[in-house]
């Protein structure tokens, strides 16, 4: 099993850009998220996933669209770049219910300019 | 809303001592789960260790346990015996029974020296 898989790794984009960050998981796991990590606040919630065709909003959804067509796939897009949404990214994906470990992909490094 | 708080930024041990990180919580919920993962240099996130919080009995896995005081909202994490490989971030992190949401701290960075 590859596990879950982010891509790109890194990305720069230029204010008001939109792009897609791709999450994919071989686990047939049911619950997927998206977390960014910025320096000295630990992982914020951006948006999760149940089920394909669930999706719902965490801590810090504005600014990200999700959608869940697929139980593989779970990509992250954002709307129009701000610098603010300077972070790492972190794609999750666990078995059911919460209390199972979630698996989490490589990080994508996006820096908006 | 809940929030988790990790009061260390920083810590060193030496290579096999002893230390604890410190995690503490707010909640007004009775059921809930409480989780430490570790974050590597690598980057990669890692399930270290959970606790159910209507489970009196503090949770183990090999050389690191949990001190769990539900009451006082306390979630510390127990590293015994130290290795060069524990060094890395950890985080604190709460979900509650009911939703899915997840919170973390801001995390510790754990350094072990030789």
């Known amino acids: 099993n590859a596990g879950v898989t982010q891509t790109p790794k890194f990305q720069v984009l230029k204010t008001g850009q939109s792009m897609t960050l791709q999450c994919a998981q071989d686990?047939?796991?049911?619950?997927m998220s998206w977390y960014r990590q910025d320096p000295g606040m630990g992982l914020r919630l951006i948006h999760y996933?149940?089920?394909?065709?669930?999706?719902d909003q965490g801590e810090v959804p504005n600014g990200y669209n999700v959608s869940r067509s697929t139980t593989e796939d779970f990509p992250l897009r954002l709307l129009s770049a701000a610098p603010s949404q300077t972070s790492v990214y972190f794609c999750?994906?666990?078995?059911?219910?919460?209390?199972?470990?979630?698996?989490f992909g490589p990080g994508t490094r996006l820096t908006v300019t | 809303a809940q929030t988790v708080t990790q009061s260390q930024p920083e810590m060193s041990v030496q290579e096999a001592e002893t230390v604890t990180l410190s995690c503490t919580y707010d909640?007004?919920?009775?059921?809930?789960?409480l989780f430490w993962y570790k974050q590597p240099p690598s980057r990669q996130m890692i399930l270290v260790i959970r606790?159910?919080?209507?489970?009196?009995q503090n949770a183990t896995e090999n050389r690191f346990s949990v001190n769990f005081q539900k009451a006082a909202k306390s979630f510390s994490l127990k590293i015994s015996d130290s290795q060069l490989g524990d060094t890395a971030m950890y985080f604190c992190?709460?979900?509650?029974?009911?939703?899915?949401?997840?919170?973390f701290g801001a995390g510790t960075r754990l350094t072990v020296k030789p």
């Open positions: 999750a994906s666990s078995y059911g219910d919460k209390y199972y470990e979630q698996y």
């Open positions: 686990m047939n796991h049911e619950y």
């Open positions: 996933s149940v089920g394909a065709g669930i999706t």
């Open positions: 909640t007004s919920e009775n059921n809930y789960y």
């Open positions: 606790q159910e919080a209507y489970k009196q």
């Open positions: 992190a709460f979900t509650g029974y009911n939703n899915n949401d997840m919170r």
